[in-house]
């Protein structure tokens, strides 16, 4: 399968300060990119599905304004969580799909802290 | 809407014995994907095991195996031979259409416990 990385994998930043998290995949070339968000003890929520060189499709509660995603590339695609505050503490996974493949391809995640 | 209901938030086996997890989901859809997903402490997101809906033929990858029942809405998985390295949270995934770019829908988990 793909392989996917995040980066950062830990981050822990102030209260309305904006944060970015990067994804790529590494060997595969990544048309579509999701991006969920998982409280503790909790399952995968999706929060958006990317397609390269679109704009990001937003699943119905998700601020798209709040969370900005860009995928401008087939190998990388980024979240930007503007003006955090303590209540977007979560972890993020990013993940990659395509029509070549029939399953989604997860990167490790990226746990971020407001403070 | 697609649904998938995980009615067991937990489970224990005892190590080297069998265990299955349930799973049920609602859709209206003919072409779909059942998976089971893999979440150990490290939250790393590993996939099990993956079903076409049109295959009757149950998935089965080593000691994991599916028990698919299309009219009921079912797809259960069973561990067999049940080792330390399985504990962690196990996610049951519904996917329509047959590419890796359509999304996926979730259940709420089963958290399966080894002991040994």
């Known amino acids: 399968g793909a392989v996917v990385s995040q980066h950062p994998s830990r981050v822990i930043c102030k209260s309305g300060t904006s944060v970015k998290i990067e994804c790529r995949s590494l060997?595969?070339?990544?048309?579509?990119m999701f991006w969920y968000r998982q409280f503790p003890k909790q399952s995968l929520m999706l929060m958006a599905t990317?397609?390269?060189?679109?704009?990001?499709?937003?699943e119905q509660g998700v601020e798209k304004d709040k969370f900005l995603i860009n995928h401008a590339s087939l190998t990388l695609s980024t979240l930007t969580v503007t003006s955090a505050h303590p209540e977007d503490s979560s972890f993020y996974i990013c993940?990659?799909?395509?029509?070549?493949?029939?399953?989604?391809?997860f990167g490790p995640g990226t746990r971020l802290t407001v403070l | 809407a697609q649904t998938v209901t995980q009615s067991q938030p937990e489970m224990s086996v005892q190590e080297a014995e069998t265990v299955t997890l349930s799973c049920t989901y609602d859709?209206?859809?003919?072409?779909?994907?059942l998976f089971w997903y893999k979440q150990p402490p490290s939250r790393q997101m590993i996939l099990v095991i993956r079903?076409?809906?049109?295959?009757?033929q149950n998935a089965t990858e080593n000691r994991f195996s599916v028990n698919f029942q299309k009219a009921a809405k079912s797809f259960s998985l069973k561990i067999s031979d049940s080792q330390l390295g399985d504990a962690a949270m196990y996610f049951c995934?519904?996917?329509?259409?047959?590419?890796?770019?359509?999304?996926?829908?979730f259940g709420t988990g089963t958290r399966l416990t080894i002991i040994p």
């Open positions: 993940s990659v799909g395509g029509r070549t493949t029939d399953t989604q391809y």
């Open positions: 060997d595969f070339q990544a048309t579509t």
């Open positions: 990317s397609n390269e060189g679109s704009k990001a499709t937003y």
């Open positions: 859709t209206s859809e003919s072409d779909y994907y």
């Open positions: 079903q076409e809906a049109y295959k009757q």
């Open positions: 995934a519904y996917r329509s259409g047959n590419f890796g770019n359509e999304k996926l829908t």
